[in-house]
Structures are given as structure tokens and as C-alpha cells.
């Protein structure tokens, strides 16, 4: 169902919350919010309610029938209504070759970059307001500063693409600091090829203190063959690895042939190769933290990047983990850039899980790489 209504009121945001005698704390005029937040979370879909839905239940219909819903309100106070009328566009990046009209699945995806709706463009100038749903989960966005003031909706497709990618990867994006500190700690990251099932089930065992052992097996059975191989294959695309390929081939050999000592010795010390000559150049005198927040910078804000890549995340999992030092005299001697590079890595630690490891840490540099490739091929 689609129509207009003239509004008495130009929305002015939505209550934060309302404490003692009815007194405001905070008004917002954009936002994201889902159905994890609760009361507040009805409280918001209540006004959404009575301000534009009222033609919509006149006709005899109910609010749970509703799966998404989208309000565009000019300057002029009126506001085109789509109820159930829209048909979700994505711009998303994808872990395997997927071929037009076959099914995809949460697992296929890496990424959602942006979210449009066919045959609907967005006006900068209007306010928008968007009820929307992904499998149980339902999330409420809002932006009526161009209604305010002189502001427009700038990047307003990326912004919902991030909101969407929200709710589809909502075990990743509601874990706290001290969980991922954790996960981190053992060398799991959220890599983009686990992401969609592997990680979060290893994600669910960290929160529930289940054993997890079961779940790092799982991830590590899941490379089979095959996809190493095909892993290898998409790093060959790129032309910052074309001097690393070589090591890089030698090392994935090594990981299929069981040879985990060599596979870590040729992949681990690439990684820092990479990171230097795509996010320093010819500069060799920086810092690892410099290197560290170029990195971070660069994915975060120079590209049309989705969100789950996690670039401040991804800083702080290599900078506590691959960049991890040692202590000598305490025997702290966990496998890391340093240890193999000082030559005091305990050959214990040179098992599948480490070598799968730093499989995954190129690749996913090797994603972020991708998107740079992308952009220059868009300009």
C-alpha cells in the first residue's frame, strides 16, 4: 500500500528518554534503533504509528502485517507513505562465485555496501523515516535533520546499506569489547570468509562459556582443499600482492601439504610486507601503531566500505595479537610477528590453527585491498 499524507507537524526527532517531572534528556533527529532495545524500541514504533500510519489501518489493516515500511516528508510537510511496496536493492559484496538467479545465503555474504529500493529514488532534501525486518529482527531508522536545518541526507544509501548489514550481522556488531578482547586473545577475528555462521557460532560459545575447542575445529574443517585453493586465487587478482605471490603460493602449498612450520614461515612475516606497501608506500621508517592507524583510516574513511570490515577492530586484533611482543625472561613467548621474527616461537604453536590464521589475515587485508581497486576503477 502506497499513498501521501499532509502532515500538521514537521517531525522533530524522537525522545531519547523522559525522566522526573516529564523532563527532556535528549531529542534525536537521526538514528538507528532495533528490537533488542525494548521498550523504548515500541515506544518509537507507537509515534511512528499515530504520525503516519493512520490511512493504513483505517483500511481495515493490521500493523503486524506490516514487514517494512518507508516514509520520505518533503519541506512542505508531506509525506509519501510505501507500506510492503518496496523492493530492497543491494550493492554486496560476495565470498563466491554466485551465478544470476541462484539462491543466495546469509553465509554468501561479505558485506553489505549499500541499500536502495527499485524504482524509488531518495530526495537529500527530505526527512526518512524506515521500518524494516531481517529474518526475527526488526530495526527502525530515522533522519529528519534536513528537515531542521540546511543539512541534506548525505550518503544516505551507504547509511542504510549499514543499518541492513546491522541486522543481518547482529551476533558480530552486539558483542562488547571484553568478548572480542577474548576471541581476539586465542587469534580469532570476525574474518569476512567466517563471518555468516563460523564466527558467530564461536562467538556464542565465548558467551555461553561452552567449550571452544568444538567450534575453532569446525572453523578449520570448513578450509577444505579446494577453497585454500580458491583463496589463493583471488589474492593473485590483486597487484599489491604480485610481489608476495610467490611466498604466498609456497606458504598455501605447505598448509595442503600439512607442512605447517613452513606455511607460517613464509605467510606470517607477508603480512606486514603487505601493510607497508599499500598503506605506507616507499616510507620504511613509521612506526607499527602509525602503519597500524594508516591502515585503519584508509578502510574506515576513504572507501565505500561496509561496516563489517570492522577497520577499528581489525587495528586492535593486529596490534594485540599478530603484532603481539614478547617477554624472554617470563617465557611469554605466543606465536606472533615477533617471536618468528627473533627466532624465539616455541615450535608447539606452529599447528593448522595458526597457518589457517594467517591465511585469513591476508585475506581479509586482501578484501580491503579489493575495495581500493574498486574505487579507482569507479573514479
Known amino acids: 500500500m502506497k499513498y501521501e499524507i499532509q502532515l500538521k507537524n514537521v517531525p522533530a526527532g524522537y525522545i531519547l528518554e523522559v525522566v522526573g517531572e516529564g523532563r527532556l534528556v535528549k531529542l534525536l533527529q537521526n538514528g538507528f534503533i532495533t528490537s533488542e532495545a525494548g521498550q523504548i524500541y515500541f515506544k518509537y514504533l507507537e509515534e511512528f504509528e499515530k504520525m503516519y500510519l493512520g490511512p493504513f489501518i483505517k483500511s481495515g489493516n493490521k500493523v503486524s502485517t506490516i514487514d517494512h515500511c518507508l516514509v520520505l516528508i518533503d519541506k512542505n510537510k508531506k509525506a509519501k507513505v510505501f507500506i510492503n511496496e518496496l523492493k530492497f536493492l543491494s550493492t554486496i559484496l560476495v565470498k563466491r562465485d554466485i551465478v544470476a538467479g541462484e539462491p543466495m545465503y546469509k553465509s554468501d555474504i561479505g558485506g553489505i555496501v ?3 529500493f527499485e524504482n524509488i529514488s531518495i530526495p537529500i532534501d527530505n526527512g526518512i523515516a ?14 529528519y535533520r534536513p528537515l531542521m536545518s540546511d543539512s541534506t541526507l548525505e550518503n544516505i544509501y551507504r547509511s542504510l546499506g549499514e543499518v541492513f548489514q546491522y541486522l543481518v ?9 571484553a568478548q572480542l578482547k577474548e576471541i581476539f586473545a586465542l587469534g580469532w577475528f570476525p574474518f569476512i570468509r567466517i563471518i555468516g555462521g563460523l564466527f558467530e557460532k564461536l562467538a556464542n560459545g565465548f558467551s555461553s562459556n561452552a567449550l571452544i575447542k568444538p567450534f575453532e575445529d569446525e572453523i578449520i574443517g570448513y578450509f577444505n582443499k579446494d577453497k585454500i585453493k580458491k583463496i589463493m586465487e583471488t589474492w593473485k587478482k590483486h597487484d599489491a600482492f604480485r610481489n608476495h605471490i610467490p611466498f604466498l603460493e609456497c606458504g598455501i602449498q605447505q598448509f595442503l601439504e600439512e ?11 607477508r603480512i606486514e610486507g603487505i601493510l607497508r606497501l599499500v598503506y605506507l608506500g616507499d616510507d620504511d621508517s613509521v612506526s607499527q601503531k602509525t602503519l597500524l592507524d594508516n591502515m585503519k583510516e584508509v578502510v574506515a574513511n576513504k572507501l ?9 577492530e581489525f587495528k586492535d586484533y593486529l596490534s594485540e595479537y599478530y603484532f603481539k611482543h614478547f617477554d624472554l625472561k617470563k617465557g611469554e613467548l605466543d606465536l606472533s610477528r615477533h617471536t618468528i621474527a627473533h627466532g624465539v616461537s616455541d615450535a608447539s604453536e606452529y599447528d ?10 591476508v ?17
Do not use: T, V
Not at 565505500?304 to 577499528?312: G, K, M, Q, W, Y
Open 114 to 116: 549499500d541499500l536502495k
Open 130 to 143: 524506515l521500518y524494516f525486518s531481517f529474518e526475527w529482527r526488526n530495526g527502525f531508522f530515522f533522519d
Open 169 to 177: 550481522f547482529n551476533e558480530i556488531y552486539s558483542m562488547d569489547e
Open 259 to 269: 607442512d605447517y612450520i613452513s606455511c607460517i614461515n613464509n605467510i606470517w612475516p
Open 304 to 312: 565505500i566500505s561496509p561496516s563489517i570490515f570492522l577497520p577499528s
Open 352 to 361: 593448522k590453527k595458526h597457518a589457517l590464521i594467517g591465511i585469513l589475515i
Open 363 to 379: 585475506d581479509q587485508i586482501s578484501y580491503y585491498i579489493g575495495l581500493m581497486e574498486y574505487k579507482e576503477l569507479k573514479k
